[in-house]
Structures are given as C-alpha cells and as structure tokens.
C-alpha cells in the first residue's frame, strides 16, 4: 500500500503561482501594447522587459518571504533546544500535557513520556510538531523556491509574446497575434489550473476555468488601458 501524499507543496505552489503571473503579465502587457496597434518590435520589447524584470522580482521576493519564515522557525528551534537543556522539567510536562490531550493516561502516558524525552532529537522534532506546528520541510528551501519561480513565470511569460515574433516575419497580423496570445494564454492557464486542482483532490474542470477566467480579465483589463 503506498500513500501519494504532496511533500513538495511549496514548490508546486510557487510553480502555479510563477506560471500563472508569468503568462498574465505577459498577456497584460501584450494586448495593452499591442492592441494599440505599435509595431512588433515595440511589442517584443515591451513584454519582454516586463516579463524578465517581473522574474526577477517574483523570485527576490520569494526568495526574501521564505528565508525570513525559516528564520523565525529557527529562531523558535533554537529557543526549544534551549529549554530543552536548561528547563526538562518544564518541558517534560508539556509533552505529558500533549499526549493527555491525545487521551493517554497513567503507565502509557509514562512509557510514551519517558521515550520521548530520552533522544534529545526526538524530543525536539516532538516539541515542534506537536506545541508549536512547525514544519520546515514544507516551507521549502529560499534558493530553490526563487528557482522555481524565476523559471515558472518565463516559461509562462514567454507563451503570449510568441506570437508576435510571426508577426514581425509579416506572416500574421497585429490583431491575429492578440488573438492568438490571449487563446495561448488561458489554454495554458486551464491546463495549469486543472493540474493543480487535480493534484488538490479537487474539480480539474473547476480549478482550470478559475485559472483561465484571470487570464482573460487581465487581457481585458490590459487592452482597456
């Protein structure tokens, strides 16, 4: 028997995410400039820049977030590991507080009390799981969560600006291009929404119409402007 549980939830969500923002920047930019009818280069250009200068924000920012979570964790792992050492007592009686709220009482309470608190690493995974819900391993690592997302959102920035490269080979129109970017754009945004809501245990169908639906709203919102 072998349980499909999700561990790498902070990867896929900075994955949706990066993707998801990627291809809305992108298409924002795309049907604003481009809708006002300025060549393809401009277009190119414009998007492009957008599109670098958002992953890299995304990814600074994320990379920030995450390491100052982690140092707060941290900073709470080291304060247990110092009661730990210096107040057990204490400690002792909060890992019985635990587990007699779990329904244990007299010798299993102790048997489960004593071998707790006799492996000091135990103890700690134990204080921070239990009495505080820490969780390092799902937070995920800053580096690789601001990778994921630097890549996500150019693979997902790059999708609208394609077509415009065959615009500028004359082999296509500046509308037919707007067509083509927003109908790109929220495909990839349904596949993407439909993906995670599957891997969420929810409604595919669901989860991609909501993807797709922003998308489309931020087409929209960029050839109003």
Do not use: C
Request: hydrophobic share 50%; proline share 2%.
């Amino acid at each position: 028997h072998v349980e499909p549980h999700i561990k790498e939830s902070a990867s896929i969500r900075d994955l949706v995410f990066g993707f998801g923002d990627g291809v809305n920047t992108s298409l924002g930019i795309v049907a604003g400039v481009g809708g006002a009818l300025i060549s393809a280069d401009v277009v190119i250009l414009a998007a492009l820049v957008g599109m670098f200068t958002g992953a890299k924000a995304m990814a600074v920012q994320n990379y920030l977030a995450v390491k100052s979570q982690r140092e707060i964790l941290e900073s709470e792992i080291k304060r247990e590991e110092y009661e730990i050492k210096n107040m057990p007592g204490d400690e002792r009686q909060e890992i019985e507080k635990v587990y007699r709220e779990k329904g244990f009482t007299g010798d299993d309470l102790k048997m489960i009390v004593d071998k707790i608190t006799s492996n000091k690493d135990v103890w700690l995974k134990t204080m921070l799981t239990e009495e505080l819900g820490l969780n390092l391993e799902i937070l995920g690592s800053p580096i690789k969560n601001a990778l994921v997302m630097f890549g996500a959102f150019l693979l997902g920035g790059i999708l609208p600006i394609l077509p415009y490269f065959v615009v500028k080979a004359g082999a296509i129109t500046s509308v037919t291009a707007i067509v083509i970017a927003i109908i790109m754009s929220v495909t990839s945004s349904f596949v993407v929404g439909a993906l995670k809501a599957r891997l969420a245990r929810k409604n595919w169908v669901k989860g991609g119409i909501e993807m797709a639906g922003l998308g489309t709203g931020i087409a929209l919102v960029g050839y109003g402007i």
